[in-house]
């Protein structure tokens, strides 16, 4: 039997996942994933060319991003639900 991987063998650095919110709830969405995951936003800013703004919030290897902006800005970004940051491209694709 083998041993358990250990995070330093595994493919993935990071899971992002992404959470699309119309503009009103984004400073509560916010504030719920610092909550869940007890760890401050790392990463907020304004994308005004795409008239959107989107917040990270991490929790170990998985975090959040949060972008919101109108249905229709949304729009062209909804299709990637989840980024992840692999080691090795290779390794990674190897695994798939």
């Known amino acids: 039997m ?12 990071e899971m992002l996942l ?3 919110v119309a503009p009103g709830p984004m400073d509560r969405t916010v504030r719920f994933y610092e909550s ?11 994308y005004p060319e795409k008239r959107l703004e989107l917040a990270s919030i991490a929790s170990g290897n998985g975090s ?3 972008i919101a902006g109108a249905e229709a800005d949304l729009a062209p970004f909804q ?10 491209l290779a ?6």
């Not at 083998?2 to 650095?13: F, G, N, T, V, Y």
């Not at 869940?36 to 990463?43: N, Q, S």
């Open 2 to 13: 083998s041993e358990a991987a250990q995070p330093s063998d595994l493919p993935i650095r």
């Open 18 to 20: 992404r959470i699309f």
């Open 36 to 46: 869940l995951f007890g760890r401050p936003c790392r990463l907020r800013f304004h």
């Open 64 to 66: 959040v991003l949060v």
């Open 79 to 88: 299709a990637t639900q989840m980024t992840l940051h692999a080691r090795s």
């Open 91 to 96: 390794r990674f694709a190897a695994q798939l």
